[in-house]
C-alpha cells in the first residue's frame, strides 16, 4: 500500500530540496506542501494517547451534556417535534460514511491537521490553505461562543447565592487563563481532565434516562420518536441541521496524529467509535427527554423554555438537588468543549506552521511538555481579545456571543467536510490507492451528498439558526448573517490567496 507522492517518507518529494518529479498538473501541491518526516526536534508534538484518550477528547468537543440541555430542546421545538431524535441517528449515519474516506486518509497521510492535510493532499496547495483559514476561524467562534455562555451561567451561579454580581466577561476570561493553562501543558493532563468531565456529565444523562425508564415515563414508554408521521412533522429539515450540528468536532481525531500510539490504528478506530458513541448518546438522551414528559406534552415543556429543559427534567425525578448536579455539569460540559477545542486550534495552527504557512514560531514544541506551547498561547491570547472585544461592545453573552458565534460555526465545517470528501476521491484515484471502492468512492460520494444536502439546509435556515431577524421580528438575512458569512469567505480567499503567492514563488525559484 503505497502513497506515492510523498505520503509514507520515501518518494522523491523528500529529495534534499523538497520537490518532486512529477507531472506539471501535481507540481502545484508538490511544489509548497514540505511534506518532511525530518522534522527538527523542537517542532515534533510526541505524545502515547491511545485510542480511549482520543475519544474522550473529541467527544467532549461536542459538549454532550450541553447539547441535550441546549440542541434538543430546540430540535423538538423548532425542528419536528417529536421525531426528532431520529435525526441524530441519521446524522449519525452520514458521518459514519464520511468517516469511511477519513479514516482512509488518515491510514494514508503521515502528517496532523486533518481537514487543513487531507484537502491540500486531494485538491492541492489552495484549497487545503483556504480550508485551514475557515477551519481555524469556526473553531475560534465556536470556542468563544462557549466561553462566553460559561461566563454567563458563573456570573447567574454567584448572583444566586447572594454574591456581588459580577460581569460574566470576567468569568469567561479566568476560564480562558484556566483553559490556556491546562492547553499549554502535556496532552495528556488535559485527556484526564477531558476523561473525568466527560464521564460525569455523560452518566448524569443516563441516569436520568434511567430513571425515565424504570418510573415508565410521563405517558408510558414507547417507540413514538421513530414512527414515520413524527419524524416528518414540523420541519425534518432544520430538524436534521441540528442533529449534524451536534457532531461537530469529532473530526478533530486526525490532529492528534503525532501524539497518538501508533496512529495508523489509533485514529481510524477513535474516528468511528467517537461517531457511533455520540449518535447512540444523543437517540438515547433525546429519547429519554420526551418520555420524561411525554410525546404530547414535550412541546409545551420545551417551548416554556428550552434553556432550563434538562435542569426541570432533572428536577423533576430527582428533585433541586439532582437540578443543582445538573446545572454544575452543564458547566463542567462546556469547559472540557471549550479545553478541546483548545487544543485542537493550537494543533492546527501548529500544522500550518510546520508546512510554512504561518510563522515558523508557532511550530515550536515545548521542551518538558512536548505541547505546541506557542501556537496554545496565541490561542489563549486570541480568545481573551474577542472576549474584551464583546464586552466593549456590550453583547448579551448568551443571544449573541453563544447565539451568534456556535450556530455560525456550522455551515463552514459542514462544507469543509464536503470538501475532505472530494479530496478523498481525488487522491485515492490520482494515487492508486490499494484500498476496497467503498472505502475509496462510494462512501466519500454519498458523504458528499449528504453534506452538501445539509449545507444547503443550514443556508436556507441560516437567519434562524443564528437569531438574525428583520424589524418585525422575522428570520431574515441581516447584518449578522452578513458578518458570519463574510468571515469565512474572508477567510477562505486569505487562504487562497497566501498559496497563490507561495506558489508562484515556488514556480520562480525552480
Not at 527538527?40 to 508534538?45: H, I, N, S, V, Y
Not at 466527560?198 to 424504570?214: D, K, N, Q
Not at 444523543?282 to 420545551?302: L, N, R
Not at 428570520?475 to 452578513?482: D, N, Q, R, W, Y
Amino acid at each position: 500500500m503505497t502513497d506515492r507522492g510523498g505520503a509514507d517518507g520515501g518518494s522523491a518529494g523528500e529529495n534534499g530540496d523538497g520537490r518532486m518529479m512529477m507531472t506539471q498538473r501535481a507540481e502545484d501541491l508538490a511544489a509548497d506542501s514540505p511534506v518532511r518526516e525530518d522534522r527538527p526536534d523542537r517542532a515534533r508534538l510526541v505524545g502515547s494517547l491511545g485510542v480511549s484518550s482520543i475519544v474522550f477528547m473529541v467527544v467532549a468537543a461536542a459538549a454532550p451534556l450541553t447539547v441535550v440541555g441546549g440542541g434538543v430542546p430546540l430540535g423538538i421545538l423548532i425542528g419536528n417535534g417529536v421525531g426528532f431524535p431520529t435525526m441524530y441517528a441519521a446524522a449519525a449515519v452520514l458521518l459514519v460514511l464520511f468517516a469511511v474516506g477519513f479514516a482512509m486518509m488518515a491510514r494514508h497521510v503521515p502528517r496532523p491537521g486533518a481537514f487543513y492535510t487531507f484537502i491540500r493532499y486531494g485538491l492541492g496547495e489552495r484549497s487545503g490553505l483556504a480550508a485551514a483559514y475557515v477551519a481555524v476561524v469556526a473553531y475560534t467562534m465556536s470556542q468563544v461562543a462557549v466561553f462566553g455562555y460559561i461566563g454567563y451561567i458563573l456570573g447567574n451561579a454567584v448572583a444566586a447565592v447572594g454574591r456581588p454580581d459580577i460581569p460574566w466577561w470576567l468569568f469567561a476570561l479566568a476560564s480562558i487563563a484556566v483553559v490556556g493553562i491546562l492547553g499549554y501543558r502535556d496532552i495528556d493532563l488535559s485527556s484526564k481532565v477531558l476523561a473525568v468531565v466527560l464521564i460525569a456529565e455523560v452518566a448524569v444523562v443516563l441516569v436520568i434516562v434511567g430513571a425515565v425508564t424504570v418510573s415508565g415515563g410521563a405517558e408510558g414508554l414507547s417507540l413514538a420518536p421513530f414512527a414515520p408521521a413524527n419524524v416528518l412533522s414540523g420541519s425534518p429539515g432544520v430538524g436534521l441541521m441540528f442533529g449534524v450540528a451536534a457532531f461537530i468536532g469529532f473530526e478533530s481525531t486526525a490532529v492528534y496524529r503525532d501524539e497518538a500510539r501508533d496512529p495508523h490504528r489509533t485514529i481510524p478506530r477513535a474516528t468511528y467509535l467517537s461517531v457511533i458513541l455520540v449518535g447512540v448518546f444523543y437517540v438515547i438522551a433525546s429519547w429519554g427527554m420526551i418520555m420524561a414528559w411525554g410525546p404530547s406534552k414535550i412541546m409545551d415543556v420545551v417551548a416554556e423554555d428550552p434553556g432550563s429543559t434538562i435542569l426541570v427534567t432533572a428536577a423533576k425525578y430527582f428533585g433541586a438537588a439532582g437540578a443543582t448536579i445538573t446545572n454544575v455539569l452543564l458547566v463542567s460540559s462546556m469547559f472540557a468543549c471549550v479545553l478541546s477545542f483548545h487544543n485542537v486550534i493550537s494543533r492546527y495552527q501548529h500544522s500550518m506552521a510546520m508546512s510554512g504557512t504561518l510563522p515558523r514560531r508557532l511550530a515550536h514544541v515545548h521542551a518538558r511538555h512536548r505541547s505546541p506551547h506557542v501556537s496554545s498561547l496565541v490561542q489563549t491570547s486570541t480568545a481573551a481579545v474577542l472576549v474584551v472585544l464583546f464586552a466593549v461592545l456590550g453583547l448579551d453573552p448568551v443571544r449573541q456571543v453563544f447565539g451568534w458565534f456556535s450556530s455560525g460555526a456550522v455551515l463552514p465545517v459542514v462544507l469543509i467536510m464536503a470538501a475532505t470528501s472530494v479530496a478523498v476521491i481525488v487522491y485515492s484515484r490520482r494515487e492508486r490507492v490499494s484500498e476496497s471502492m467503498w472505502s475509496r468512492i462510494v462512501a466519500p460520494g454519498l458523504a458528499f451528498v449528504g453534506l452538501i444536502g445539509a449545507a444547503v439546509l443550514i443556508i436556507a435556515n441560516f437567519p434562524t439558526l443564528v437569531g438574525d431577524v428583520d424589524g418585525k421580528g422575522v428570520p431574515a438575512f441581516g447584518i449578522v448573517s452578513a458578518i458570519l458569512l463574510g468571515a469565512m469567505v474572508i477567510s477562505a480567499i486569505m487562504g487562497w490567496v497566501q498559496a497563490t503567492v507561495k506558489l508562484s514563488r515556488s514556480r520562480r525559484a525552480t
